[in-house]
């Protein structure tokens, strides 16, 4: 009892404590503002002035200023009540495409415990120039290419925000292009090549000038590339396969990377645009899974293992392109020819393991057979061994019955093991062996007899 009287008044110093720490925290805030890149040792603001203090009470109350990172990017001279930059800020590196660059920090005072919420913006210099990221541009225009196209055009990256950062783009002055200045969707310039006259390769066939990207800085500043336009000649013929359709066979068991057939186009185009590839032309996924194509050969082979009995036959489409982006269509149709892969199959629909022994013609089982395979490979042999007094009858379709072919006796045989046989006639041969056992029941049919006629007593 003692001691929890002696823990309960530590609990209300504790408690009066963290009041007085919330109540002497200030909600408003001190804010200043920096430029960029200014030296080590700059003054930043009267910090005793604005925060109503004197100036030598920041030194009696052990005042100290501490930021959100740790990081001491500011400093308080506790004599005259300013604060100071200790380091030079590069607003690029601590806050990137940011617009708004904040630094927050604390103010706080041990003496009695009292803080202050404080910001400090820092603001952009225009001390970046827009960059292109290739020293060169090459675009590729066909000839029949109509005024008032646009071709787009990379765009340059300039590090800084606002004003400072990149505004509009120009070009060297020429006949046949000019320049539009466009708004990207996250507020991004980039440029677009606007075509004004009709191009004829015969009398020009490439054109070079400037690109250039201005900032709204003052004085602005800029980057520029080379742009390179190569005037194509028309690509007006198409490629043509040689021979369509194509009508192969490939045997079900072929290996994976089993050549099938090589297709060919040709292109009446000369150069680039008389060079022809191919590719598989709106393949389903089992197409693509089971065939590729060589896009420089035209040659097709297997990508995935067959199975004549889930597909039989494939129709492929192929796709032959020019340089110049025209295409012409071609087909490869494939028979899948049937190997004898499946062994006959044997399943039992109707079993009776015991039969009495003095009955006629007897249903003992009723069996289905069926062989995957197709042609001589799925047709079927049904058989049982000669010696036994049964019978094999077909009844419907592949159905069988196994009969009794006259009555048993069982004083004679009490139990027959009976192998059911079934072979395909394919090669080579394929068979699935079926073993049932037939138990004959006893009948009364034996009066009893004496061992002997005559006895002698």
């Known amino acids: 009892m003692e001691a929890l009287e002696r823990i309960q008044p530590n609990r209300q110093v504790v408690a009066f404590i963290l009041m007085v720490f919330f109540s002497q925290a200030r909600s408003e805030r001190i804010r200043y503002s920096v430029r960029e890149e200014t ?49 030079k800020l590069d607003r690029e590196e601590l806050c990137g495409p940011t617009e708004l660059c ?13 803080f202050f919420q404080g910001e400090l913006l820092i603001q952009d210099i225009n001390d970046h120039s827009p960059i292109f990221s290739d020293k060169e541009m090459l675009l590729n225009i066909p000839e029949n290419s109509q005024p008032g196209t646009l071709f787009p055009l990379k765009s340059a990256q300039d590090l800084d925000v606002g004003s400072n950062g990149l505004q509009k783009y120009t070009i ?55 742009v390179r336009i190569l005037i194509m000649d028309v690509n007006d013929n198409a490629p043509e396969f040689v021979h369509t359709p194509y ?36 393949a389903s996924d089992e197409i693509k899974q089971t065939f590729s ?16 009995e889930k597909i039989n036959s494939y129709h492929v489409e192929i796709e032959a392109t020019d340089g110049g982006g025209l295409s012409g269509k071609g087909t490869v149709d494939i028979q899948v020819v049937d ?10 629909s109707s079993l009776t393991s015991s039969i009495p022994e003095n009955a ?30 049964f019978i094999l009858k077909p009844t419907f379709k592949n159905f069988y019955t196994l009969l009794t072919e006259r009555p048993l006796d069982r004083e004679e045989t009490a139990e027959y093991n009976i192998t059911i046989t079934v072979t395909d006639l394919g090669s080579p041969r394929l068979k699935t062996e079926r073993k049932i056992t037939v138990l004959v029941s006893d009948v009364n049919d034996n009066p009893p007899t004496f061992t002997q006629t005559f006895y002698t007593l």
């Open 39 to 87: 030296e080590n040792g700059s003054f930043i603001g009267h910090l005793a002035k604005d925060l109503g203090l004197g100036t030598g009470e920041l030194a009696a109350r052990s005042a100290r200023v501490v930021s959100d990172d740790d990081k001491q990017r500011l400093q308080l001279d506790c004599q005259t009540g300013d604060l100071l930059l200790t380091e």
């Open 102 to 114: 904040i630094l927050h920090f604390q103010v706080f005072l041990e003496t009695p415990v009292q």
């Open 172 to 226: 060297s002055p020429n006949s046949h292009f000019h320049v539009l200045t466009r708004n990207h969707s996250e507020g991004k310039k980039y440029p677009d090549l606007v075509q004004d006259k009709a191009l004829d390769r015969e009398e020009q066939h490439e054109f070079s000038f400037t690109l250039m990207a201005l900032d709204g800085g003052s004085p602005p500043r800029s980057g520029t590339v080379m």
């Open 247 to 282: 009508e192969v066979q490939i045997l079900e068991n072929s290996p994976l990377d089993f050549p099938i057939v090589r297709v060919l186009a040709r292109d009446a185009d000369a150069g680039n645009f008389g060079s022809v590839s191919y590719n598989l032309f709106q």
């Open 293 to 308: 194509i060589n896009e420089v050969t035209g040659e097709m082979r297997l990508a995935k293992k067959l199975d004549f």
């Open 339 to 348: 190997v004898n892969d499946n062994a006959p199959e044997l399943t039992i």
């Open 360 to 389: 006629p013609e007897t249903a003992v089982c009723i069996f289905r057979i069926r062989d995957r395979d197709s042609g001589d490979n799925g047709k079927m042999i049904c058989s049982i061994p000669d010696h036994l007094p």
